[in-house]
């Protein structure tokens, strides 16, 4: 499998297995497919190395996207949307997604992701309560479903409340 970042060429693509993954998905409003296109022309918050895709035999087969996003006066990541197609999940595309994700992350200098997701999913990749590193939570995010990861051990403390990219709409 390759994990590579996203080209143009990739965009519908991209948006049919976003599409595709979020159909069954336990939570969805059935647009996340609409929101990474949306994301892409906000040049503000979308990071094109960040925009990641996974291949296996010149199949995109996953998709994940990380945004910038702002917590007080620093600058972080916002992951959203991650997605497998059905017939490949349960393979540890997510995770390798995820973990290629955060390297490439480090390696830009952020020190923070936040997602709104499973409960069961994210704490497995070092993800926590973002409450406890210190964002404010707003009723618009559920404290059990509202983690943050902390890609380096010695980053600034976060304070304050989250501000994502006015394409997600919260
Ligand atoms: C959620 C999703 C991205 C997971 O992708 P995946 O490639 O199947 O996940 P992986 O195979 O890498 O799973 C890694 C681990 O998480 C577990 N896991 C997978 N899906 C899970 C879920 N929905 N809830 C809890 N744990 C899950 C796996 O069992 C595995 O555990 P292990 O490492 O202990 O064996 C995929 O199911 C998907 O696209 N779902 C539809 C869209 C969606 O809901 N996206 C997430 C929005 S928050």
Do not use: W
Not at 31 to 51: C, G, K, M
Not at 65 to 70: D, I, R, S, V
Not at 99 to 105: L, M, N
């Amino acid at each position: 499998m390759l994990i590579r970042p996203e080209q143009p060429q990739d965009y519908q693509q991209v948006e049919q297995l976003v599409q595709t993954a979020f159909a069954s998905a336990e939570y969805s409003d059935g647009q996340e497919q609409t929101l990474v296109a949306n994301l892409r022309h906000n040049s503000q918050a979308f990071i094109p190395a960040l925009s990641l895709v996974a291949e296996i035999d010149q199949q995109l087969v996953g998709y994940i996207l990380f945004t910038k996003a702002q917590v007080g006066a620093q600058t972080v990541l916002a992951l959203a949307p991650l997605a497998v197609l059905p017939e490949y999940q349960q393979q540890g595309i997510g995770k390798q997604l995820i973990q290629r994700g955060h390297q490439i992350a480090r390696q830009l200098g952020y020190n923070y992701v936040l997602v709104l997701g499973h409960e069961h999913y994210y704490p497995k990749f070092g993800y926590q309560p973002a409450a406890s590193l210190g964002v404010t939570v707003s009723a618009d995010f559920p404290p059990a479903n509202f983690f943050a990861c902390r890609l380096l051990a010695l980053a600034v403390p976060l304070q304050g409340t989250v501000t994502y990219a006015p394409e997600f709409g919260l």
